[in-house]
Nanobody, 124 residues
Framework: QLQASGGGLVQAGGSLRLSCTASEFTFDHYAIGWFRQAPGMQREGVSWISPNDDSTYYADSVKGRFTASRDNAKNMAYLQMNSLRPEDTGVYYC???????????????????WGQGTQVTVST
């Protein structure tokens, strides 16, 4: 129902754009979160975007560098990642939350739908 793509290997300072393809649910009823998980680390919330694309929220670690967006007509969400750093390395996941009013925007437990992740590796 959710599939993240667009990861890859990039040098520090570079950019990547991740895509999240949704299917089999009413996409514009859900907030979309992006999460990442580095080896041996807990899953970390990176960004959140409201169902109608009028509000976003970011982890402090990516604020000003990452931009979340979505195209409800295409059932797609995106994460534009600029000025990448080695500490941004990890598997990135998109997830869907049916309760966009929740204050827990970057907490994994809040999300009901998860896709397969895509690997992002940032080299020095």
């Amino acid at each position: 129902q959710l599939q993240a793509s667009g990861g890859g290997l990039v040098q520090a300072g570079g950019s990547l754009r991740l895509s999240c393809t949704a299917s089999e649910f009413t996409f514009d009823h859900y907030a979309i979160g992006w999460f990442r998980q580095a080896p041996g680390m807990q899953r970390e919330g990176v960004s959140w975007i409201s169902p109608n694309d009028d509000s976003t929220y970011y982890a402090d670690s990516v604020k000003g560098r990452f931009t979340a967006s979505r195209d409800n007509a295409k059932n797609m969400a995106y994460l534009q990642m600029n000025s990448l750093r080695p500490e941004d390395t990890g598997v990135y996941y998109c997830a869907a939350d049916s309760n966009p009013e929740s204050p827990y925007k970057l907490w994994a437990f809040e999300y009901e739908k998860w896709g397969q992740g895509t690997q992002v590796t940032v080299s020095t």
